[in-house]
């Protein structure tokens, strides 16, 4: 089939790439320019760089215009395949080729439309995740299902461990949705909106911690924030702090959230909505990392005691 390619960084590596392993023509991938985003330096692979050691003609754009949808034209496509792309799509283009524009999510949709979805996947305490093949319509995330491949999330699964096993699903769910396609097979089933959840895009606010959410939930929060994404971060003693290490404590402690305590290896912050009644596990913060980038262990940086706050 001949694909035009639509990505962005490493997923749309990923997918341009298994484009070509699965013997597909691509006559044009387009992309956007190279990021200046810090945090996302691992994901940052380049389908330009990809692109042009095939000979592949690229266009580079921050947004679809009338010099996109036009080369798109020339490039008489059978399919377009989208993965991680930034900017909306108008109707002219995603219906423009015979079979349409197949976008590629990485949640079980409908649940977890919109943004970051793996690490909302994992701090709202899912069992399982995954790769979405659908059909681009003019909602977001919202078109028929054509592939849907899912992973169990384990217990102590960081956000970028399963941000990297649900890539490597891409060229087995790639490979089915265009073989579909290919044989006149496609079955699509249309998304139910009564389960949809959309969440928004992550900002730096939603990675400052919450001292009355259970430790459960919090210990499932530092692991999601993993490097390369910016850390749970908090303020002790006036200075912030990143969480980078946690665990749920062995014992129930009572008391004020926030408060520590040095007991089992690390610092104990007793947290909880209802935690004067003493039911609660606290979270034993075993590793931090402080505003000069240093990391340092939790039981000896909380040992003059106090409070882990939420604000300066």
């Given at each position: 089939m001949?694909?035009?390619?639509?990505?962005y960084?490493?997923?749309g590596v990923?997918t341009?790439?298994?484009?070509?392993?699965?013997?597909?023509?691509v006559?044009l991938?387009?992309?956007?320019?190279?990021?200046?985003q810090?945090y996302?330096a691992?994901?940052?692979?380049?389908?330009?760089?990809?692109a042009?050691?095939?000979?592949?003609?690229?266009?580079?754009?921050?947004?679809?215009d009338?010099?996109t949808?036009d080369?798109?034209?020339?490039a008489?496509?059978?399919?377009?395949v989208?993965n991680?792309?930034?900017t909306w799509?108008?109707?002219?283009?995603?219906?423009l080729?015979?079979?349409?524009?197949?976008?590629m999510?990485d949640s079980?949709l409908p649940?977890?439309t919109?943004?970051?979805?793996?690490l909302?996947?994992?701090?709202?305490?899912?069992?399982e995740?995954g790769?979405?093949i659908h059909r681009?319509?003019e909602?977001?995330?919202?078109?028929?299902i054509?592939?849907?491949?899912?992973?169990?999330?384990?217990?102590?699964?960081t956000?970028t461990e399963?941000v990297l096993?649900?890539?490597?699903l891409?060229p087995g769910?790639?490979?089915?949705?265009?073989t579909?396609l290919?044989?006149?097979?496609?079955?699509?089933?249309?998304?139910?909106?009564?389960?949809?959840?959309?969440?928004?895009k992550?900002?730096?606010?939603?990675?400052?911690v919450?001292?009355h959410?259970?430790?459960e939930?919090l210990e499932r929060?530092?692991?999601?924030?993993?490097?390369?994404y910016?850390?749970?971060?908090?303020?002790?003693?006036?200075?912030?702090?990143?969480?980078?290490?946690?665990?749920?404590?062995?014992?129930?402690y009572?008391g004020?959230?926030g408060r520590v305590?040095?007991?089992?290896?690390g610092?104990v912050v007793?947290?909880?909505?209802?935690?004067?009644?003493?039911?609660?596990h606290?979270?034993?913060?075993?590793?931090?990392?402080t505003a000069d980038g240093f990391?340092r262990?939790?039981?000896?940086?909380?040992?003059?005691?106090?409070?882990v706050?939420s604000?300066?």
């Amino acid at each position: 089939m001949r694909v035009v390619a639509f990505g962005y960084q490493t997923w749309g590596v990923r997918t341009l790439q298994a484009l070509l392993d699965l013997g597909h023509e691509v006559p044009l991938a387009v992309t956007h320019p190279a990021s200046e985003q810090s945090y996302k330096a691992i994901w940052s692979e380049s389908v330009e760089d990809l692109a042009r050691d095939r000979d592949i003609p690229v266009h580079l754009t921050e947004r679809i215009d009338n010099d996109t949808v036009d080369l798109v034209k020339r490039a008489e496509p059978d399919v377009i395949v989208v993965n991680s792309w930034y900017t909306w799509m108008p109707p002219e283009l995603y219906q423009l080729p015979p079979h349409g524009t197949l976008n590629m999510h990485d949640s079980l949709l409908p649940k977890f439309t919109g943004f970051s979805p793996v690490l909302w996947a994992l701090i709202s305490g899912e069992s399982e995740f995954g790769l979405t093949i659908h059909r681009m319509d003019e909602g977001l995330d919202t078109g028929d299902i054509l592939v849907q491949h899912s992973l169990p999330i384990g217990p102590a699964a960081t956000g970028t461990e399963l941000v990297l096993r649900g890539m490597d699903l891409i060229p087995g769910a790639l490979e089915e949705a265009l073989t579909a396609l290919e044989s006149g097979t496609p079955v699509w089933r249309p998304q139910n909106k009564a389960d949809r959840t959309y969440f928004h895009k992550r900002s730096e606010r939603d990675s400052l911690v919450d001292w009355h959410w259970r430790a459960e939930d919090l210990e499932r929060f530092v692991r999601a924030l993993s490097d390369p994404y910016p850390r749970a971060f908090a303020y002790y003693r006036g200075e912030r702090i990143e969480i980078v290490q946690a665990r749920i404590s062995e014992a129930r402690y009572g008391g004020t959230p926030g408060r520590v305590i040095v007991q089992e290896g690390g610092g104990v912050v007793v947290c909880g909505p209802d935690a004067i009644r003493g039911g609660n596990h606290g979270l034993v913060i075993t590793r931090v990392r402080t505003a000069d980038g240093f990391e340092r262990d939790g039981n000896e940086f909380f040992l003059r005691g106090g409070h882990v706050t939420s604000q300066a």
